[in-house]
């Protein structure tokens, strides 16, 4: 069935003003009272708010509207003030209000903050210190706490900002022009960049464990669901929705292409960033259409393959096909016609909408998994090619630009010519502090790395199922949640249940009567609903046990991971360094006729290849001579050069300088590097200062994040992110996998096969395994110390940010087979999958528990083709590479120490002879023995130990340095050591022959 979404542009400016109102609802929380605990500010204006704002915030902002909506309920006042003070009242309350604005504002902040299904008091919860207030990730990891001084300073430059564009919303409502959305995005994008750079250093909550959420997932959350209300309102006319038999029910609209595909293709770092700008484009075009054109929902995910919003239900059945925007015209032609021109046709995106709508859509992460195998160009791109051509180098699409071909440079289209370009000249202006060049990512040795990091967050945003592992009562409520669950089994009132009564709302309580009347309210037509896992009354348990999901929470899980990868961004760099030194070729300008400026050339000088830019023509006023920067790493050319890299940086550029001036230069096609273009004479060379970080971002997204970094600061980045991961995920490391691939590669080759196969790392299927414990868990301060059997130790922290015990987060799933025992443990519960959560210090010995583990992997790209070796199948319940000579990978991510602890061991105690003496030897009897050798095998392992015993180690091994050498060499693992550290590497012992 069609909807016309025309009555949302013809009311657009009234519309905007309602969700510009909505972004304000949670203003009375942003402020030192609130923080301090005075919880009755969530409902009130700010006190130090000015007098001319308070007057705005009570005034109907649609009084000098020159339109009305066109639905009767909604012709009401639209007041800010009261948006504030009754977002959070209870149904018996906000029932019977006349405001339909008001109504749809606390229906929707109730599904958005989770508040809405609420049973639990205020006193069953744990308060924070007034002095110590912090906010907690979705995994329970706590910062500093917030700084209330700097938030009531910041809070009036906030308020002067909303009077500002109060002010003008007003005057916009006067012009009343259909054509004016530009300026009512400008508008509602400067509300929205306000409260969320305010809003993201603030709570929702300050007890926990509902300290989770910041002000600003609150807001967006609640903002959405409003916006989509709304918009059904005027398109199907307003339902209440506090009338049981018209709930407002919303889906997702997905646009998806191969964004990673699209990405992977670029043939150079400043393609590929050009690349990504696209997309973002893309998405910000398709943004503009749905929030402000026709405004019919809020977007509340993107990620480089795809972009989602929240909209509303409209119909029993919607297909993206029946959103019509002008008659004859849908919504999908209106997107498409505007990514085909951003992309210039390279791309044409899919569309998927929700088959159901739900009040709670915790279903994320099924839909953002949609996306295509492969990217499709527009048809529109056939009439290119009328005549042949050759075909672009770069999107592979097009036909190659006829100056292109003239000029004997890359063979690239038009628009590809001028996208890359566009980012060189980009990086002319900003190239002190940043790089797009490979050749300055290389390390002294010519080697680059690009670390793929993913996470598998399907459990935590596909299902509320990982997001139900959390307790939500405080520790003291003096009962279990086994003796709760009997408790809900007996056949009288809830408020003469006594467990239930000390912690549940009494009003609550009262109007739901009995426990199937609290089922219908806190299971019905919510996730545990359909639940096959759990009794009815383990779902009603449950249900008041864990913490609440929400949209809310939903969106909080990847805004966390998000940010984690900003954060590892940061401290990639500085775990990489910086780099303060650029040298300029001073050229001279003759013979240069057959160059481009703002290109990047390959030179040759005495023999010696390196990579230069041609900056511009006498950009100094020198008219003899051109700028050439020299884009590569300066040690590498030293090292070319055969100028000891050993020596400090000055003997090091010295040295280049006073082999490079004077002498003849010759131009190559970096492309095509036996194509001689040009040739001249270096007449000076400049010093130039800088300060740049050798380090590129690839792709950063929720789940994935890929940057270059050079090949030798690989391995302490990998271990920097494992100990970052370690310490904000630790507590839900069993179901929250971080994976981790490193492809070492030298820095000519191919980038596209580089970052396919860093794709190809994060294919690998986490399977979730069993584990038992191997001992009692060891109690430090801040952690537990589990052992399993496997061999496998982890630190799982235990404390909130305060130094408090942590009761919330760290559970573990534990299948043992005596059940009752494990209800009987006094922090435990039962979980969506029917087995018993048990706190990490409840855990005991001979526990079997359930993992999900993180791994490691690596490869090296001798030549393009061997990404294809980056290839996993599931081998009796193993994840394994298919190739027999790499099914010792992937390791688990706690190997990773291992590896390292190895090396260490191997360079201070063995010459390098040695060591490659010990590999050959175990190694060729491995394969001696191939037709015989089983896992474990006794004599195999005699044989390894006999090896390892006969080496003259200096100084000798310790009992453990002995197990753990014979352990690598026994299972293959020795060999990766070595290839990472002696072959890829180069790295060379500290022992004397």
């Not at 050079?710 to 302490?716: D, R, S, V």
Request: aromatic share 10%; net charge positive.
């Amino acid at each position: 069935m069609s909807k016309d979404l025309t009555v949302l542009a013809e009311n657009r400016d009234v519309l905007l003003t309602a969700e510009i109102a909505a972004w304000l609802h949670m203003l009375g929380k942003y402020t030192k009272e609130f923080i301090d605990s005075d919880l009755s500010m969530s409902s009130k204006l700010p006190n130090s708010i000015s007098k001319n704002l308070r007057r705005l915030f009570k005034e109907d902002l649609l009084k000098n509207s020159q339109k009305k909506l066109p639905v009767q309920e909604l012709q009401t006042p639209l007041i800010i003030e009261e948006f504030i003070s009754k977002h959070e009242l209870g149904n018996n309350k906000i029932k019977n209000d006349p405001n339909a604005f008001n109504k749809l504002m606390n229906d929707a902040h109730g599904r958005g903050s989770g508040t809405e299904k609420g049973v639990l008091k205020s006193g069953a919860y744990s308060s924070q210190h007034n002095s110590s207030i912090r906010i907690s990730t979705a995994f329970g990891y706590e910062e500093d706490p917030i700084d209330v001084n700097e938030i009531d300073l910041n809070s009036k430059d906030l308020y002067i900002f909303i009077e500002s564009a109060i002010i003008e919303a007003q005057k916009l409502l006067q012009i009343n022009k259909t054509g004016n959305f530009e300026k009512w995005n400008e508008l509602r994008i400067g509300i929205i960049n306000a409260v969320n750079q305010h809003f993201t250093k603030t709570i929702g909550d300050t007890r926990r464990p509902i300290n989770d959420v910041t002000l600003w997932d609150q807001t967006v959350s609640s903002v959405a669901f409003f916006k989509a209300e709304l918009a059904e309102g005027l398109i199907n006319g307003y339902k209440d929705p506090f009338d049981e038999n018209s709930k407002y029910t919303f889906r997702y609209l997905h646009m998806t292409f191969n964004g990673e595909e699209y990405l992977a293709k670029g043939i150079g770092i400043g393609d590929i960033a050009s690349r990504r700008k696209l997309i973002d484009e893309a998405f910000d075009g398709v943004k503009l259409i749905i929030e402000v054109e026709y405004p019919l929902g809020l977007e509340i995910y993107r990620d480089i393959n795809g972009i989602t919003f929240l909209i509303p239900k409209l119909s029993e059945k919607l297909e993206i096909d029946d959103l019509i925007i002008n008659e004859g015209v849908t919504l999908k032609q209106r997107i498409l016609d505007e990514v085909i021109a951003i992309t210039k046709g390279e791309i044409t995106p899919y569309f998927y909408i929700s088959e159901k709508s739900s009040r709670n859509l915790y279903n994320l992460g099924s839909m953002i998994s949609k996306k295509t195998d492969t990217n499709i160009p527009s048809l529109r791109l056939q009439n290119l090619w009328i005549q042949k051509a050759e075909l672009c180098s770069s999107c592979c699409i097009k036909p190659v630009d006829s100056n292109s071909m003239r000029n004997k440079q890359k063979r690239l289209c038009q628009e590809c010519s001028e996208r890359i370009t566009g980012r060189a000249k980009q990086w002319l202006d900003s190239r002190k502090e940043q790089t797009i060049w490979i050749d300055e990512i290389a390390d002294s040795k010519g080697k680059i790395a690009l670390l793929s990091f993913g996470f598998n967050l399907n459990s935590w945003i596909g299902n509320a199922d990982s997001l139900s592992t959390f307790r939500n009562l405080k520790k003291t409520v003096g009962f279990s949640f086994a003796e709760l669950m009997r408790e809900l089994t007996t056949p009288v009132k809830l408020l003469e249940m006594q467990k239930l009564k000390s912690i549940g709302n009494k009003y609550v309580l009262r109007d739901r009567k009995t426990a199937d009347g609290l089922y219908n309210f806190m299971v019905g037509s919510e996730d545990l609903e359909v639940n096959k896992e759990l009794t009815k009354y383990e779902k009603l348990a449950l249900s008041i046990w864990r913490k609440p999901p929400s949209f809310a929470r939903v969106r909080r899980v990847w805004e966390t991971t998000s940010k984690f990868w900003g954060d590892a961004l940061a401290d990639i760099r500085k775990t990489v360094g910086m780099r303060d030194k650029r040298l300029i070729l001073k050229i001279q300008a003759n013979n240069l006729r057959d160059l481009n400026v703002n290109n990047a050339y390959e030179v040759k000088v005495n023999g010696i290849r390196f990579t230069v830019f041609y900056e511009a023509n006498n950009p100094k006023g020198a008219n003899e001579f051109s700028n050439f920067v020299i884009i590569e790493n300066l040690e590498l050319l030293a090292k070319k050069l055969n100028i000891d890299t050993k020596s400090n940086w000055k003997n090091l550029v010295d040295g280049i300088k006073e082999i490079l001036n004077g002498k003849n230069i010759d131009f190559y096609n970096s492309n095509s590097p036996t194509k001689k273009l040009a040739i001249s004479r270096i007449g000076d060379i400049e010093i130039e200062s800088c300060s740049y970080s050798p380090v590129i971002e690839i792709t950063k997204d929720p789940e994935r994040f890929m940057v270059l970094v050079p090949a030798n600061k690989a391995l302490k980045v990998a271990k920097k992110i494992k100990k970052k991961y370690e310490k904000e995920m630790g507590k839900v490391r069993n179901r929250l996998p971080m994976n981790l691939g490193i492809v070492y590669a030298r820095y000519h080759t191919a980038l596209p096969a580089i970052i396919d196969a860093g794709r190809r790392f994060m294919r690998l299927n986490n399977k979730q395994e069993t584990w038992r414990l191997a001992k009692q868990p060891d109690e430090f301060p801040d952690h537990f110390k589990l052992s399993f059997e496997n061999g496998q130790i982890w630190k799982i922290p235990s404390k909130m940010g305060d130094g408090s015990k942590d009761i919330w987060y760290p559970y573990f799933y534990v299948v043992n087979n005596d059940k009752a025992e494990l209800e009987n443990r006094s922090l435990s519960f039962k979980g969506p999958s029917g087995e018993w959560l048990i706190h990490v210090s409840e855990l005991k010995i001979g526990d079997e528990i359930l993992v999900i583990p993180s791994y490691f992997d690596f490869e090296y790209l001798s030549s393009a083709s061997q990404r294809f070796e980056i290839s996993y199948n599931d081998k009796n319940n193993k994840v394994q590479r298919r190739s027999d000579n790499r099914k010792q990978r992937p390791y688990y991510l706690d190997d990773l120490d291992d590896i390292e602890r190895v090396w260490a061991t191997l360079s201070t105690k063995l010459p390098n002879s040695q060591i490659k003496k010990l590999n050959s030897l175990v190694e060729k009897k491995r394969r001696d023995w191939a037709s015989s050798l089983e896992d474990n095998d006794e004599v195999f392992k005699a044989y390894v130990e006999y090896v390892v015993g006969n080496l003259k180690w200096k100084p000798s091994l310790s009992n453990d340095e002995r197990k753990k050498i014979i352990d690598f060499c026994v299972n293959g693992k020795l060999s990766d050591v070595l290839e990472i550290h002696m072959s890829i590497l180069k790295d060379k012992t500290g022992v004397i022959e």
